[in-house]
T-cell receptor, first 114, second 116 residues
Framework: AQKITQTQPGMFVQEKEAVTLDCTYDTSDPSYGLFWYKQPSSGEMIFLIYQGSYDQQNATEGRYSLNFQKARKSANLVISASQLGDSAMYFCAMRLEYGNKLVFGAGTILRVKS | EPEVTQTPSHQVTQMGQEVILRCVPISNHLYFYWYRQILGQKVEFLVSFYNNEISEKSEIFDDQFSVERPDGSNFTLKIRSTKLEDSAMYFC??????????????FGEGSRLTVL
């Protein structure tokens, strides 16, 4: 079974500051992928970043980086230099190698203050 | 850039009516999915589809739901007799492969279903 936990219902960050959104996961499978998606108020789901369980290095995509701590089963998203347009809901998700579905966490609402 | 498109963007229906939500996945993708999101809640998996058959489905996906790929491009979700609790945003998604290093799902913009 897969489980994703996002313990922060909401976060505030000052514009231009960095922010970390927490995600922990639970699976007994050794091979899996971890994803972060952004959902702005318009509702669409935007893929941000991916981390494979066997990847040696933390994933980075522009201002997004994933702090992957495999032993702790955590996959926190770090957004550097926050912008007002980063205000959105952020979902952490997991996919097992021998399955197709993504399982999502409950999400974290991020508000960037000017 | 290729994208997943969904129609309608919003549908209002009476309880008990049949609804069909349509999706055009990205053309070279092989795996197709439906997810739903009740307002303010998490995104929930409904069903995955590969090689013209359901590969996995959740407990939510009961006999009232069905999926079909009637031609080479469309992927539809049918709800036979809608209930109030079916009101949600329904997302279609597709992926190039079942699992790979960059096997992210690409989502459509969603179809909001309101059941009265």
């Amino acid at each position: 079974a897969q489980k994703i936990t996002q313990t922060q219902p909401g976060m505030f960050v000052q514009e231009k500051e960095a922010v970390t959104l927490d995600c922990t996961y639970d699976t007994s499978d050794p091979s899996y992928g971890l994803f972060w998606y952004k959902q702005p108020s318009s509702g669409e789901m935007i893929f941000l970043i991916y981390q494979g369980s066997y990847d040696q290095q933390n994933a980075t995509e522009g201002r997004y980086s994933l702090n992957f701590q495999k032993a702790r089963k955590s996959a926190n998203l770090v957004i550097s230099a926050s912008q007002l347009g980063d205000s959105a809901m952020y979902f952490c998700a997991m996919r097992l190698e021998y399955g197709n579905k993504l399982v999502f966490g409950a999400g974290t609402i991020l508000r960037v203050k000017s | 850039e290729p994208e997943v498109t969904q129609t309608p963007s919003h549908q209002v229906t009476q309880m008990g009516q049949e609804v069909i939500l349509r999706c055009v996945p990205i053309s070279n993708h092989l795996y197709f999915y439906w997810y739903r999101q009740i307002l303010g809640q998490k995104v929930e998996f409904l069903v995955s589809f590969y090689n013209n058959e359901i590969s996995e489905k959740s407990e939510i996906f009961d006999d009232q739901f069905s999926v079909e790929r009637p031609d080479g491009s469309n992927f539809t979700l049918k709800i036979r007799s809608t209930k109030l609790e079916d009101s949600a945003m329904y997302f279609c998604a597709s992926s190039e492969a079942g699992f790979r290093r960059t096997g992210e799902l690409f989502f459509g913009e969603g179809s909001r279903l309101t059941v009265l």
